[in-house]
Every structure is written in C-alpha cells, then in structure tokens.
T-cell receptor, first 114, second 112 residues
Framework: QQQVKQSPQSLIVQKGGISIINCAYE??????FPWYQQFPGKGPALLIA?????SEKKEGRFTISFNKSAKQFSLHIMDSQPGDSATYFC?????????????FGSGTRLLVRP | KAGVTQTPRYLIKTRGQQVTLSCSPI?????VSWYQQTPGQGLQFLFE???????NKGNFPGRFSGRQFSNSRSEMNVSTLELGDSALYLC???????????FGAGSRLTVL
C-alpha cells in the first residue's frame, strides 16, 4: 500500500514534443504528490507538486494531471527541450505528526533529442 | 542562500567498516531527512529529524542510524558495512511544517 508505481522506465522524445510520465498509488491517505527532476551528479530537485483537492496544476511547460478516483497522476512536459533530459521521479506522502516521508516512484529517464 | 551541503561527496569503504556522513541543511531549516538511492531499489526513505529528535524512520536495519545537532546539522552512520550498502545517500532539508524538500548532491558510498 506504500508503493508508487511509475511508468515508463525510459522515454525518448523529439525536441518540441510532449513528454508524459505516469504514476499510480494505492494509499488513499497520501495528500501530497510532488515531481522531482534529477540530473547526473545532482540531487533531486522539486519540479512541481499537487494536492488531491485539485485536478491539474500548471507551471510553465510542466503540468500535473491528477485523477483522485483512479489514484493516478501524471507529468506532462510541453515543448520538450534537450535541457529537460534528466531522470524524473514522482512521489507521494502523507503528513504524520508534522513529519513528511516521501515514497518515490522508480524513476523515468527522459531523453529529448535535438 | 547556500543549499544543502553533504560531505564527503565520495568515499570508498570495505565490508565490515563503518561510515559517517554529514549534512548541513539550508539556514533556517530544522527538518533533515535522509534517503538512500540505488539503481535497484530507487529512492528509499531512511529517517527524518527535527529539533534533534527522530520523527520518522524507514524500513532499514539498525546498522543505519542518525542524529541531529542543535544547529540542525545532521549525521548518519552505517556500521558493519555490507556490499549492498553501496549507494548514493541523499540528505534533504525543509522548513517547519512545509513539505518541500531541498536535496543535497549526495554522498556516494562504495563498499568493496
């Protein structure tokens, strides 16, 4: 029940295309769903996050779509650029006594071809 | 504003040894979390500290321990190292009551 399943494992997109990464969770107690971006040699960096009371959140070229009934959420990268080539992790957490523990998906390695 | 600083960045140990990793959080952040990242298991939560108290713990053996000091700096220790402990150990800090984690670059541990 603690798992977050992420797909695909890897993704190749042409420059200007749309990259879509999907995640699914089981624990309905999760109340926070962030996406992290990680470049080689760096730690993950928060990209965008959503709470279950909204169905979509957009920040620039990045959009999270959230489907509470299906327990799924996805990251859409519009107009993908070579600089977006990185590994993306979805995550979920629930607040417990002011403590936050992120459960991460397995990651998607995105390559954007010029 | 300085980010999360982890030291050392790289280290090599042999089986049976112990290792201590250090993390300096962003100034003003009182919560420090540790994660283990491996190709096979991905990113896994180790523990979280706030005001020198462990608030949450992941599913790791007792060989993995941590602590936090009064200045919010944190250390984690792994005793009796095993080959499977080879990983990137990531520290993250966050402001109080805000679930926004800022990660450091990690400490890459290789156990031979």
């Amino acid at each position: 029940q603690q798992q977050v399943k992420q797909s695909p494992q890897s993704l190749i997109v042409q420059k200007g295309g749309i990259s879509i990464i999907n995640c699914a969770y089981e624990n309905t107690a999760f109340d926070y769903f962030p996406w992290y971006q990680q470049f080689p040699g760096k730690g993950p960096a928060l990209l965008i996050a959503i709470r279950p009371d909204v169905s979509e959140k957009k920040e620039g070229r990045f959009t999270i779509s959230f489907n509470k009934s299906a327990k799924q959420f996805s990251l859409h990268i519009m107009d993908s650029q070579p600089g977006d080539s990185a590994t993306y992790f979805c995550a979920a957490s629930k607040r417990r006594d002011s403590s936050y523990k992120l459960i991460f998906g397995s990651g998607t390695r995105l390559l954007v071809r010029p | 504003k300085a980010g999360v600083t982890q030291t050392p960045r790289y280290l090599i140990k042999t089986r049976g040894q112990q290792v201590t990793l250090s993390c300096s959080p962003i100034s003003g952040h009182r919560s420090v979390s540790w994660y283990q990242q491996t190709p096979g298991q991905g990113l896994q939560f180790l523990f979280e500290y706030f005001s020198e108290t462990q608030r949450n713990k992941g599913n790791f053996p007792g060989r993995f321990s941590g602590r936090q000091f009064s200045n919010s700096r944190s250390e984690m220790n792994v005793s009796t190292l095993e080959l499977g402990d080879s990983a990137l150990y990531l520290c993250a800090s966050s402001p109080e009551n805000v679930n926004v984690l800022t990660f450091g670059a990690g400490s890459r541990l290789t156990v031979l």
